[in-house]
């Protein structure tokens, strides 16, 4: 009788603390979590921090304007990186598990690389606007990455086209000399190919030169410039290299209307001490900023105006304020569309997500409606095509403020497309993969 009755109270005891446990995981699973991997502290952090505010002011503005998507509230928790690629696999480790995980944006192309081999097995999305690996555009390949909004192919061959045009056309690059002055680093490297498959098609020189991360040493960099005298300069550069690029192309009298930026090196932190010295500096320009569109009154609206935004009010709307923004909207849209196949009102899992990520349509009355004209261009993933859009502008610094061209451009898909194809093929030889079915586009 005495054992019975030890026995019945154990089973009390164990049922109680298993209730315990398990509460609050049921409690958390009513909310979306997304986990935020940044960089505020180190060499990195000029950047890093306007573009983490603006994923977090947007989702607090979700969360205090609609309730959420579609009445889930969204949880979020920062994780800091400090752009090195082992602490980012760190925080991805440690965030993984969460309940109620939706995706990663890893904000880095090296913690990306090294995210990818990770992402089939724990089934979750990694989403890298406007970085990362160019090849994972091919969602036949790669089922859970999403460069949405162009890669650093896209990109370099957009700087080549307007400097083509700029010319009288592609042909007129013949003899030319276009110098790389890149972050040696994955970053830094990914748009190699596609400048040097462009350089065999037109003709012209292609010297690459790299500079050691974070970037604050570059003189004998530019002395290699001044003695080789390209036509022009890409600068694929990122944080503090940037800036120290424009000064150091100011000191040797590089000039800088002849020089051209990534989108990760054409924000407010680049130019802003530099000034007058960056006059005629051009960059790429993947998104517009200004607190003029909507999104941004809503943000100011519903975060700033009731002492909940992340950052300094002055900060919002600027270039990687309004990109982060951009990534996080997307990401909770990625959500919304997963709610509307799988279940409104309904905690998404990671696979989940990752259909929502492949079957996206945001077009130009969707965007408008959501505040987001003026901001970006349409926007349309597939099975097939994880990146859903290709297309930016040229915005030019007139040693006070960007002043960005009318004309979009869009890179060339019979460029680019055979050497994604190949690209994939090679990384899924590499890895022993094989593409996926078609019908697998269907789950």
């Not at 970085?131 to 192919?153: E, H, I, R």
């Not at 802003?272 to 010295?277: A, F, P, S």
């Not at 290709?390 to 451009?409: C, H, L, P």
Request: hydrophobic fraction near 40%; proline fraction near 5%; charged fraction near 25%.
């Amino acid at each position: 009788m005495k054992f019975k009755s030890f026995a019945l109270t154990l089973a009390m005891l164990a049922s109680g603390l298993s209730a315990t446990l398990s509460t609050p995981a049921v409690a958390e699973t009513k909310e979306q979590f997304f986990p935020l991997l940044v960089y505020r502290t180190g060499a990195y952090a000029p950047n890093g921090t306007p573009w983490a505010n603006g994923k977090q002011d947007y989702i607090k503005m979700i969360n205090a304007r609609d309730g959420g998507i579609n009445g889930v509230k969204i949880a979020f928790e920062e994780c800091e990186t400090g752009y090195a690629t082992d602490r980012g696999v760190e925080c991805y480790e440690r965030l993984k598990s969460r309940p109620g995980v939706a995706m990663f944006d890893p904000q880095s192309t090296g913690i990306t690389f090294a995210l990818t081999e990770k992402a089939p097995a724990d089934k979750i999305p990694l989403m890298t606007l406007g970085y990362g690996l160019s090849v994972s555009q091919d969602g036949m390949a790669f089922k859970w990455n999403f460069p949405l909004m162009g890669s650093y192919w896209t990109a370099a061959d957009i700087l080549l086209q307007h400097i083509g045009k700029g010319l009288g056309g592609m042909d007129k690059l013949k003899g030319k000399k276009v110098t790389l002055v890149y972050h040696d680093s994955p970053f830094g490297k990914e748009p190699i190919p596609l400048m040097q498959e462009r350089a065999k098609m037109h003709g012209f020189e292609l010297q690459m030169l790299p500079v050691t991360a974070p970037g604050v040493e570059q003189k004998a960099t530019w002395l290699q410039v001044r003695q080789s005298r390209p036509d022009y300069v890409l600068l694929w550069g990122w944080g503090v290299m940037n800036s120290t690029a424009l000064k150091e192309a100011q000191a040797t009298g590089y000039p800088r209307e002849k020089m051209y930026g990534v989108w990760w090196a054409g924000a407010e932190p680049d130019v802003r001490d530099v000034g007058e010295g960056a006059k005629g500096y051009h960059a790429l320009a993947l998104n517009g900023s200004g607190q003029q569109p909507k999104v941004i009154q809503d943000i100011l609206k519903n975060v700033h105006d009731k002492g909940q935004g992340t950052g300094p009010k002055d900060e919002v709307g600027s270039v990687l304020y309004t990109r982060g923004v951009i990534i996080q909207m997307l990401s909770i849209e990625a959500v919304r569309r997963a709610q509307e196949r799988f279940g409104k009102g309904k905690v998404m899992t990671g696979e989940q997500v990752r259909w929502g990520f492949e079957n996206l349509n945001l077009d130009q009355k969707k965007l408008d409606a959501m505040g987001f004209g003026g901001v970006m261009r349409p926007i349309s993933t597939s099975c097939a095509d994880h990146m859903g859009s290709s297309w930016a502008r040229i915005q030019t610094w007139d040693g006070a403020k960007w002043n960005v061209g009318a004309d979009w451009y869009q890179a060339d898909e019979q460029i680019l497309k055979p050497m994604i194809k190949a690209g994939a093929d090679k990384y899924l030889a590499d890895k022993k993969m094989k593409r996926r079915d078609p019908a697998d586009c269907q789950s």
